[in-house]
């Protein structure tokens, strides 16, 4: 390790005097909070797996490219003490002693130029906490992993509801393998020695914490951080309203919360609107087709195209000739509609009713309703449809 | 239909209901639907109400319930009786590109299964 890494204080003793803590605490908010278990793998304390990482202040710089690009091949660039490691999102970051991250960032810029690289939105973090996890062995961080999640998955519903609705194309069994990778991501910033009005955090509340905003997080990295934040403000400020003076948010309320016009707050809801009627179309609409595309009808192989064009015109023409027959506007007074012939051919011909069946239904003699039957169907039969 | 199905309305003011299916494609379905119901809307002295909805091939298929009003009624073409047969062909001539067609009633049919079963048709909808 490079002697200008500066690393934390041993945790060691610290973290023993939580075990003497007691198990019910009081939250920032207030509540009463139950201290979470530490995690075992193989027998080991998940405080003696973090042992061979201990954490590290360092700066981080943080940048995408266009093209695929592999942040390892700059480490040699930035000497001794860079540390790069691969996160799920794509995104490249390199960790350097600290105070030394805008002078790495110029390097990598230098780097990136020289090998024709495209970096885009390269920005340094200082002083932030990072552990080489590449020093834990015999895989038994991808475990301690999987028993966080193990722990985390059943006790997140409203976290992974709202995963699966904001996003598309993700799916309930999609959600696991995502809070792995999530997980595993955040490791290399688990600051253990960090002391709270509870004492230090063990991983599994370090994760919950994170996993607070981690809808909102993939929703902005999907949909763009404008949107999105005007949502979550949005959302804010209608709940404010409800909540202290009971009452729906008005435009005033909403736009003076964003700190805008009501103009400019119309064309952000409506942004916000679209963006939302685009993820959850209504599934009617798209009808049996696999298809997304509103801009095409694709009819699937197993459809009758000619019963399906034809049968429905059909059913519409008797339709016609039957209220053409018991609805004559030319003429005046009662004679004009026939209600009890329409009651009697649909109970008929609709409901499959027979002429007894019929008279005893609409409470008439048999032989008014056979007549009112008669009276349409020779009307629609002079029509040449039956 | 059977005595024990006539039974089950005693006491009450049986209403005579027709349905009214409309087919519109899939790309104007919504289109279909709120032009349908601001036909509605104009008539708010005819009893109508969404019945069914469901899909078929390219066509999205709803079904209106129209109210023609009581046996008594349907029998002595009363005024609301006339009305709604008006509102009837209103729909179907503005609505011919829609296919409107008669159909039998979701309830109507799941009663009929129900007396040619022999069971009771809460049973069957608890069951179906």
Known sequence: MDASLRPMPDLTDTLDEVVGLPDELITSTHRVGHRLPNLMVRGLDEREVFAFAPPLVCDRVHWDTVDAFDAHDVLPALGPGAYSRQWSD???????????????????????????????????????????????????????????????????????????????????????????????????????????????????????????????????????????????????????????????????????????????????????????????????????????????????????????????????????????????????????????????????????????????????LPKTANAAVSRVLEQVKGADLL | MTQDHIDEYAGLRRQFEVGLRFAPTRMCAAAAAKSVASVLDAHPQVPARLVDLSHDGSRVLFTVSVCLGTIDAVKTAAPSSRRAIALLQELIDSFAAYDPAFVQLPVTREGRRASMVGVDLRDLLTVG
């Open chain 1, 90 to 364: 794509g995104q490249h970051r390199v960790w350097v002693p600290e105070g030394q991250g805008h002078a790495a960032r110029e390097v990598i810029r230098a780097w990136c130029l020289e090998h024709d690289v495209e970096p885009v939105n390269m920005r340094v973090e200082s002083k932030v906490t990072f552990r080489d996890v590449e020093l834990i062995p015999d895989g038994l961080l991808p475990e301690l992993v999987a028993a966080t999640v193990d722990w985390l998955y059943p006790r997140s519903y409203a976290i992974r509801r709202k995963i699966v609705a904001d996003l598309e194309l993700i799916e309930d069994e999609d959600v696991r393998s995502m809070m792995f990778l999530y997980v595993y991501d955040h490791v290399d910033r688990y600051d253990s020695g960090r002391e709270g009005v509870n004492g230090t955090l063990n991983f599994c509340a370090f994760m919950m914490g994170k996993l607070r905003t981690w809808p909102q997080d993939a929703a902005r990295t999907t949909y763009g951080r404008g949107v999105m934040s005007d949502r979550v403000a949005l959302m804010r400020a209608v709940d404010a309203v409800a909540a202290t003076e009971l009452r729906s948010s008005t435009e005033a309320d909403r736009a003076a919360a964003l700190g805008t016009s009501v103009t400019d707050l119309r064309r952000r809801e409506a942004a916000i609107a679209t963006l939302s009627s685009l993820r959850n179309q209504h599934p009617l609409l798209v009808g049996a087709a696999d298809s997304d595309d509103y801009d095409s009808v694709e009819v699937s192989s197993d459809v009758d195209v000619e019963a399906d064009a034809t049968g429905y015109d059909h059913s519409a023409a008797v339709t016609r000739a039957v209220m053409a027959a018991v609805n004559d506007p030319g003429s005046s007074g009662r004679r004009a509609q026939d209600p009890l012939a329409l009651a009697a051919v649909y109970l008929s011909f609709w409901e499959g009713l027979t002429r007894p069946q019929v008279a005893r239904e609409l409470e008439v």
